[in-house]
Nanobody, 125 residues
Framework: VQLQASGGGLVQAGDSLRLSCAAS????????VAWFRQSPGKEREFVAA????????NYADSVKGRFTISRDNAKNTIYLQMNSLKTEDTAVYYC???????????????????WGQGTQVTVSL
């Protein structure tokens, strides 16, 4: 299974970016999928997730109202639309997928089985 994240870049505060994560070797249709991020010197933190049934979405408080996670099962791809970016959103963003999660574990990185390689997002003033 490979998850290929893309779409990162250098933007200014207030701009938007859309990250993509394309999967190969496995269908994500029945998985819980998520985005995490990691800044230098900090632990990896949860950003957003969609539960496998599509019945539940979860967002970190820091991105609520600005970021939107979505999935396209036909393309086996997940997305993260990021609006109103702030300098504190600067990080490497990772996509993840897992089949064994329950609702209460959606925010735990240890609950995910598959990870993308990360894509850098840098937000400047």
């Amino acid at each position: 299974v490979q998850l290929q994240a893309s779409g990162g870049g250098l933007v200014q505060a207030g701009d938007s970016l859309r990250l993509s994560c394309a999967a190969s070797g496995r269908t994500l249709r029945r998985d819980t999928v998520a985005w995490f991020r990691q800044s230098p010197g900090k632990e990896r933190e949860f950003v957003a997730a969609i539960f496998r049934s599509g019945s539940s979405y979860n967002y970190a408080d820091s991105v609520k109202g600005r970021f939107t996670i979505s999935r396209d099962n036909a393309k086996n791809t997940i997305y993260l639309q990021m609006n109103s970016l702030k300098t504190e959103d600067t990080a490497v963003y990772y996509c993840a997928a897992g089949s064994r999660l329950i609702l209460s574990t959606m925010g735990l990185s240890s609950a995910y089985d598959y990870w993308g390689q990360g894509t850098q997002v840098t937000v400047s003033l």
